[in-house]
C-alpha cells in the first residue's frame, strides 16, 4: 500500500522555560547502552465517535505530546558527549502520512512483519552515529478507512521497556484530557544519581558489539503461544533444581533452544549458545525507583550453553542456566560501579567468542510486564500493538526475540529475529510448531 507523507515538522515542549534546566546527566548505564531505535506500532480503529475528524485528533496528539514532553523534558534533548542531554527545546520529528486502503487489509497482507517500517517515521535497529540524533520520533498514520496507526521510534540511549511505558501513559492521559504529570518529578534522573556517569568510559565497555556486526541478512516473523502451549512448557521446564520456573521463563528457554538448533541446523557445527537479557532492576532498589525514572535502569543477565558431548538440548536445563544468570545479575548500585572492570572483562571475552564466529548469541527483551501497547489517547484502546521486523537491508543486528503480551486470554506473542536459513528451518521444526502458531494478528470483525 501507498503510504504518502502530508507533513513532516518538530514537536517542541509546552514549556517555553525549558532551557533554564541544567543538562540532564545520563547514567553509567545509560553510558553503556546501545545507539539504536527500537520501534513500535499501536492500530487503533477508526474512532466510534463520528463527531472526531482526523484534523481534531491530529492536533489533540500533537498538543498532548508537547506536555508529555514538558513532562519527560531529557527526550526532547540532543545527547552530547554520551555524558548527558541538553537543547530540550529541539523538540522530536512528528510525521503525518495518509495510507492508501484499509487498515485491515494492510495488516492482513503485512506476512513479513519488515513490511511494516514503511508506517515508521525512521529505519529501527540499526547502529545510530550521529550524535544530535532525536530521542524520540513519531509517525502518525491515516488509512482511507479511518484507521489510524500510531508509529514511534525510541532511542535506545534513555528508554527502556519501562520508561517508553511510563512515557506513553503519561502522553495518552494528557491526549484524553486527564492530568498526566509524573508525581515526583525529582526522581525521573535518579538513575544517574546512582549509577553517576563516567568521565572517560573505555571505548570496549559499550555493548555495542553484542547488538551489531552481525553481517548476515535477518527475517522477522511473530508466533503466538497459547495458554495451553505456554502450561506445558512450564511443565517441561521444571527440574529439582528449578521447581516453579516462570511462564517467560520457560517460554525463553523454548525460544532459545530452538533458535540454538537451528543454527546447528545449518552451519553443522556444534558450538556455544550465548543468550542476553536486559533484566530491570528498578524493583531490586531500596527505595524502588519508579518507571518514570528515565533510562536503562536493567542489568545485563549472560547465559551460556555448551552443547559439546551433549546430543539433544534439555529444555530445563536451558531454563535453570537462565534463572540463575537473571538472579546472579547485579543490581546493587556499589556491586555494579565496583564490578565494573570484572563485568567489562567478561562480557569483552563472550563478544570476542561471538565476533570470531566461536559462539551463536541472541538477545532477548521481555515486555511482558512493562509495555503492553493499551493506551487509549481519547479514541479506544488499540487492536493491535506490533513490533515492525528488521529490514532485510539491514545485515548488522544480530539475533533478537522478543516477548509480549497477545490480545488471546494469557497467551503470549514471540517476535523472532534470525538469518533467513535458520528461520526457514524453524518454520519447518514439527516440536517448535507444535507449540507455536504463526501469529493471526488481529480480529478483522474489531477493525
Known amino acids: 500500500m501507498e503510504v504518502h507523507i502530508t507533513s513532516k515538522q518538530m514537536v517542541k515542549p509546552s514549556s517555553s522555560e525549558l532551557h533554564l534546566l541544567k543538562p540532564f546527566k545520563l547514567s553509567f548505564l545509560d553510558q553503556l547502552g546501545v545507539s539504536m531505535y527500537t520501534?513500535?506500532?499501536?492500530?487503533?480503529?477508526?474512532?466510534?465517535?463520528?463527531?472526531?475528524?482526523?484534523?481534531?485528533?491530529?492536533?489533540?496528539?500533537?498538543?498532548?505530546?508537547?506536555?508529555?514532553?514538558?513532562?519527560?523534558?531529557?527526550?526532547?534533548?540532543?545527547?552530547?558527549?554520551?555524558?548527558?542531554?541538553t537543547d530540550f527545546n529541539e523538540g522530536v520529528p512528528y510525521v503525518e502520512a495518509r495510507v492508501a486502503g484499509r487498515l485491515s487489509d494492510f495488516i492482513e497482507q503485512t506476512e513479513k512483519l519488515e513490511a511494516m517500517n514503511r508506517l515508521l517515521p525512521c529505519r529501527p535497529f540499526r547502529n545510530i552515529q550521529d550524535p544530535t540524533a532525536p530521542q524520540l520520533a513519531v509517525q502518525v498514520n491515516i488509512f482511507d478507512c479511518g484507521g489510524?496507526?500510531?508509529?514511534?521510534?525510541?532511542?535506545?540511549?534513555?528508554?527502556?521497556?519501562t520508561s517508553v511505558y511510563a512515557f506513553l501513559n503519561s502522553w495518552a492521559a494528557f491526549s484524553r484530557g486527564s492530568?498526566?504529570?509524573?508525581?515526583?518529578?525529582?526522581?525521573?534522573?535518579?538513575?544517574?544519581?546512582?549509577?553517576?556517569?563516567?568521565?572517560?568510559?573505555?571505548?570496549?565497555?559499550?555493548?555495542?558489539?553484542?547488538?551489531?556486526?552481525?553481517?548476515?541478512?535477518?527475517?522477522?516473523?511473530?508466533?503466538?503461544?497459547?495458554?495451553?502451549?505456554?502450561?506445558?512448557?512450564?511443565?517441561?521446564?521444571?527440574s529439582k533444581s528449578l521447581e516453579h520456573p516462570s511462564r517467560a521463563l520457560a517460554l525463553s528457554a523454548f525460544l532459545?533452544?530452538?533458535?540454538?538448533?537451528?543454527?546447528?541446523?545449518?552451519?553443522?557445527?556444534?558450538?556455544?549458545?550465548?543468550?542476553?537479557?536486559?533484566?530491570?532492576?528498578?524493583?531490586?532498589?531500596?527505595?524502588?525507583?519508579?518507571?518514570?525514572?528515565?533510562?536503562?535502569?536493567?542489568?545485563?543477565?549472560?547465559?551460556?550453553?555448551?552443547?559439546?558431548?551433549?546430543?539433544?538440548?534439555?529444555?530445563?536445563?536451558?531454563?535453570?542456566?537462565?534463572?540463575?544468570?537473571?538472579?546472579?545479575?547485579?543490581?546493587?548500585?556499589?556491586?555494579?560501579?565496583?564490578?565494573?572492570?570484572?563485568m567489562t572483562e567478561q562480557r569483552s571475552h563472550v563478544e570476542e567468542m561471538v565476533s570470531n564466529g566461536d559462539a551463536e548469541s541472541y538477545i532477548l527483551s521481555s515486555w511482558l510486564n512493562t509495555l503492553d501497547g493499551n493506551e487509549d489517547f481519547g479514541w479506544g484502546k488499540p487492536t493491535l500493538?506490533?513490533?515492525?521486523?528488521?529490514?532485510?537491508?539491514?545485515?548488522?543486528?544480530?539475533?533478537?526475540?522478543?516477548l509480549k503480551n497477545a490480545r488471546q486470554h494469557k497467551?503470549?506473542?514471540?517476535?523472532?529475529?534470525?538469518?533467513?536459513?535458520?528461520?526457514?528451518?524453524?518454520e519447518r521444526d514439527a516440536e517448535f510448531?507444535?507449540?507455536?502458531?504463526?501469529?493471526?494478528?488481529?480480529?478483522?470483525?474489531k477493525i
Open 39 to 85: 520501534p513500535a506500532i499501536l492500530f487503533y480503529p477508526k474512532p466510534s465517535d463520528s463527531n472526531i475528524d482526523g484534523s481534531q485528533f491530529l492536533d489533540q496528539l500533537k498538543q498532548s505530546l508537547s506536555k508529555a514532553l514538558t513532562q519527560f523534558y531529557p527526550a526532547a534533548g540532543r545527547l552530547k558527549n554520551n555524558l548527558f542531554l
Open 385 to 402: 500493538f506490533s513490533i515492525p521486523g528488521v529490514d532485510s537491508q539491514i545485515r548488522e543486528i544480530r539475533n533478537l526475540l522478543y
Open 411 to 426: 497467551a503470549i506473542e514471540a517476535w523472532v529475529s534470525l538469518s533467513e536459513k535458520e528461520m526457514g528451518f524453524l
Open 433 to 445: 510448531l507444535a507449540f507455536a502458531s504463526p501469529n493471526s494478528y488481529f480480529d478483522k470483525s
Open 148 to 161: 489510524i496507526a500510531l508509529a514511534l521510534c525510541f532511542f535506545h540511549k534513555i528508554f527502556d521497556a
Open 179 to 238: 492530568n498526566g504529570e509524573i508525581p515526583n518529578p525529582g526522581l525521573l534522573g535518579a538513575s544517574s544519581r546512582l549509577f553517576p556517569p563516567i568521565e572517560s568510559m573505555p571505548e570496549n565497555a559499550a555493548m555495542k558489539s553484542l547488538f551489531f556486526n552481525d553481517g548476515r541478512c535477518k527475517m522477522t516473523r511473530s508466533f503466538v503461544f497459547d495458554a495451553n502451549a505456554i502450561t506445558t512448557l512450564v511443565l517441561k521446564a521444571k
Open 256 to 342: 532459545w533452544k530452538h533458535a540454538t538448533q537451528a543454527s546447528r541446523s545449518v552451519s553443522g557445527t556444534l558450538k556455544p549458545s550465548i543468550l542476553f537479557q536486559p533484566v530491570n532492576i528498578r524493583p531490586k532498589l531500596k527505595p524502588q525507583l519508579p518507571s518514570y525514572s528515565i533510562g536503562n535502569m536493567f542489568g545485563l543477565a549472560i547465559s551460556m550453553y555448551d552443547p559439546v558431548g551433549k546430543k539433544d538440548i534439555d529444555l530445563s536445563e536451558l531454563a535453570y542456566l537462565l534463572r540463575e544468570a537473571t538472579e546472579s545479575a547485579p543490581n546493587d548500585p556499589q556491586v555494579v560501579l565496583q564490578g565494573f572492570k570484572t
